[in-house]
């Protein structure tokens, strides 16, 4: 079908890491010590993540406290750099891995397991933003989010 149109590999690891480190400096922001520790945190994770989850996390590798509102902060600046993506119904976030890549957000939800698939399809991505368009309206994000059950829970 239209799914990735365009050629990229999925990045995990240390090379993930180092790829969101590169596409943030490039975008003019900076890379800075908490944000890669937020990212790592939320990179070594294949389920969506919360904040407070992050949050937690850090505050015990760290061995003090780390605001859920400083993480917050920084997963929105991901967001809206390309570096995360935000499953809106769990209010929790997956890492992209393919930092900078955009893609409109399409994911398969699962109600039982909680796992989120992220889905690439030009096809889909464009009819939205046709219908969006022929409404007068610019959409900047488009998110789906399709609930069900994954083929390991129905």
Not at 67 to 77: E, G, H, K
Not at 117 to 143: G, K, L, M, N, W
Request: glycine share 4%; charged share 25%; hydrophobic share 45%.
């Amino acid at each position: 079908m239209g799914q990735h149109a365009h050629s990229h590999h999925e990045l995990a690891g240390a090379d993930l890491v180092a790829e969101a480190a590169r596409a943030l400096v490039a975008s003019g922001e900076q890379w800075t010590s908490m944000r890669e520790a937020v990212f790592a945190e939320l990179a070594r994770h294949e389920r969506p993540v919360s904040a407070y989850d992050i949050a937690d996390n850090l505050s015990a590798a760290r061995g003090k406290r780390v605001a859920p509102n400083s993480v917050y902060r920084i997963l929105d600046l991901f967001v809206a750099n390309n570096l995360a993506m935000r499953v809106e119904s769990a209010n929790a976030y997956l890492a992209n891995t393919h930092p900078g890549c955009a893609h409109d957000c399409i994911f398969l939800v699962c109600d039982e397991c909680g796992e989120a698939a992220h889905v690439d399809d030009e096809e889909v991505s464009r009819a939205v933003r046709a219908i969006a368009s022929a409404r007068d309206f610019q959409a900047t994000r488009p998110v789906l989010e399709i609930r069900g059950l994954c083929k390991a829970c129905a």
